[in-house]
């Protein structure tokens, strides 16, 4: 990289998500049974390799993510994942902040880091792995369902509206390399406010 480069990535952006949620128990999701060619893999440190075949140098934040304490599910396909999901649950009894800027309160699970290879999207991978979420949330103990999605992503915004989940909030934050700190953040499960 370049010196202009260095210093571009390291210049402040302002993001802004549409936070959305819905009661597990009332969401839509149908159990969805991947083609024969395609197997589901619970992502860990052991097969980290396999998602970098996939998603070239997504080793070192599945790392991250692993070591923060959050569960990946990966569909792979001739050693390679082409489709990821991540969820990460609060069953404390205060809320906690995960991945630098996101709150989650008592009870909530969070669905995030979605990621389908081009050449396999349409082909419904994302809610099978969605379903797989689901029943692993609600069976570690999460009522609820949760995530943020920018509101140009017109397409996962209409599959979150299928399956049940409602829009409760904005939040906003500024990101400096890949660091994120909250501009405006959830104060409650069902509405967002300043800091």
Same mark, same amino acid.
């Given at each position: 990289?370049?010196?202009?480069?260095?210093v571009?990535?390291?210049?402040?952006?302002?993001?802004?998500?549409d936070?959305?949620?819905?009661?597990?128990?009332?969401?839509?999701?149908?159990?969805?049974?991947?083609?024969?060619?395609?197997?589901f893999?619970? #992502? =860990?440190?052991?097969?980290? +390799? /396999?998602?970098?075949?996939? %998603? &070239?140098?997504?080793?070192?934040?599945?790392?991250?993510y692993?070591?923060?304490?959050?569960?990946?599910?990966?569909?792979?396909?001739?050693?390679?994942? #082409? =489709?990821?999901?991540?969820? +990460? /649950?609060?069953?404390?009894? %205060? &809320?906690?902040?995960?991945?630098?800027?996101?709150?989650?309160?008592?009870?909530?699970?969070?669905?995030?880091?979605?990621?389908?290879?081009?050449?396999?999207?349409?082909?419904?991978?994302?809610?099978?792995?969605?379903?797989? %979420?689901?029943?692993?949330?609600?069976?570690?103990?999460?009522?609820?369902?949760?995530?943020?999605?920018?509101?140009?992503?017109?397409?996962?915004?209409?599959?979150?509206?299928?399956?049940?989940?409602?829009?409760?909030?904005?939040?906003s934050?500024?990101?400096?390399?890949?660091?994120?700190?909250?501009?405006?953040?959830?104060?409650?499960?069902?509405?967002?406010?300043?800091?």
């Amino acid at each position: 990289m370049n010196t202009l480069g260095a210093v571009m990535s390291f210049r402040p952006k302002v993001h802004h998500y549409d936070v959305f949620s819905g009661e597990i128990a009332s969401l839509e999701m149908e159990p969805f049974l991947l083609p024969d060619k395609f197997k589901f893999l619970d #992502v =860990s440190v052991e097969n980290l +390799a /396999i998602l970098g075949k996939g %998603r &070239p140098g997504y080793e070192n934040r599945a790392r991250r993510y692993l070591r923060a304490g959050y569960a990946g599910v990966a569909v792979i396909t001739d050693g390679a994942a #082409v =489709s990821l999901s991540w969820s +990460a /649950i609060n069953i404390d009894d %205060r &809320p906690r902040t995960i991945r630098g800027y996101f709150k989650l309160f008592p009870g909530e699970g969070y669905g995030f880091a979605e990621w389908t290879h081009p050449n396999y999207r349409r082909m419904s991978l994302q809610k099978a792995l969605g379903a797989i %979420r689901l029943e692993r949330l609600a069976l570690e103990g999460a009522q609820t369902l949760v995530s943020n999605i920018e509101p140009n992503n017109t397409a996962s915004i209409a599959k979150t509206l299928e399956e049940g989940r409602q829009k409760i909030d904005t939040i906003s934050m500024i990101s400096i390399g890949n660091r994120y700190f909250p501009l405006k953040q959830r104060v409650s499960p069902l509405s967002g406010g300043l800091l």
